[in-house]
Nanobody, 124 residues
Framework: QVQLVESGGGLVQAGGSLRLSCTASGRTFRGTTMGWFRQAPGKEREFVAAIGWSGLTIVYSDSVKGRFTISRDNAKNTVYLEMNSLKPEDAAVYYC?????????????????WGQGTQVTVSS
């Protein structure tokens, strides 16, 4: 089974940038689709972005398209989320997740393994 550990969260001013990382360990990472989700207090979990194993297939939510970039380094078993032009509404706990079947989906139900989350706070 894959274990996931996120890092890189923190406090940033609106308009600033952060880069989140998620490193996988355990069973092979090969073929796994990786996704980022977020959850703000009092709100449902929201899909942010996902990337297929090759890195060539990527999908973003409309709310982050053009501002966030997902990427992965399979040699390091790590997926990244570069977040630019951050807005107060981007503040949330960000989770990475793994779908070992390799689907590229926005539904959290597709993802079997989740990290513990990293907090992103954006001050206005």
């Amino acid at each position: 089974q894959v274990q996931l550990v996120e890092s890189g969260g923190g406090l940033v001013q609106a308009g600033g940038s952060l880069r989140l990382s998620c490193t996988a360990s355990g069973r092979t990472f090969r073929g796994t689709t990786m996704g980022w989700f977020r959850q703000a207090p009092g709100k449902e979990r929201e899909f942010v972005a996902a990337i297929g194993w090759s890195g060539l297939t990527i999908v973003y939510s409309d709310s982050v398209k053009g501002r966030f970039t997902i990427s992965r380094d399979n040699a390091k078993n790590t997926v990244y989320l570069e977040m630019n032009s951050l807005k107060p509404e981007d503040a949330a706990v960000y989770y990475c997740a793994a779908d070992v079947s390799g689907r590229l989906g926005a539904s959290g139900q597709n993802y079997e393994t989740w990290g513990q989350g990293t907090q992103v706070t954006v001050s206005s």
